[in-house]
């Protein structure tokens, strides 16, 4: 029962993850240059992180940038410190996964 209740928070958090950098990647979607691309990313991040299930604003980071191997796609990367889940009083007792969330989207910067 443990085991079923902190892996839901966990995935929980790791889900809000996932839509934060979803939804940063849409906002650079605005963007006419890469340098305004990242400014966006970062604004969405910081006004809207604390908003998201489970996460607290000021644990999480935010990269972006093009892809190397492809210059038409664009990535956002969010990492989240979860070290403030309640979940890792239970690490003696259960096999957990890392304390850090990093979860990545890609979005197209124009064209076809």
């Known amino acids: 029962m443990l085991g079923i209740i902190a892996y839901g ?11 934060l950098a979803a939804d940063a990647a849409r906002a650079s979607v605005a963007g006419l240059s890469d ?8 604004g969405h991040v910081q006004a809207s992180a604390g908003s998201y299930v489970l996460i607290d604003g000021e644990k999480v980071s935010v990269e972006a940038a093009p892809l190397p191997s492809d210059t038409r796609q ?4 969010v990492s989240y410190s979860a070290t403030d889940l309640p979940i890792w009083q239970m690490r003696p007792f259960l096999p957990l996964p890392s304390e850090t ?5 890609v979005v197209s910067r124009g064209g076809y």
């Not at 340098?35 to 970062?42: D, F, G, H, S, Y």
């Open 9 to 19: 928070i966990y995935f929980g958090a790791a889900h809000s993850v996932a839509q």
């Open 74 to 77: 664009f990535r956002v990367v």
């Open 101 to 105: 969330i990093v979860r990545a989207a």
């Open 35 to 42: 340098a305004e691309r990242l400014r966006l990313v970062q």
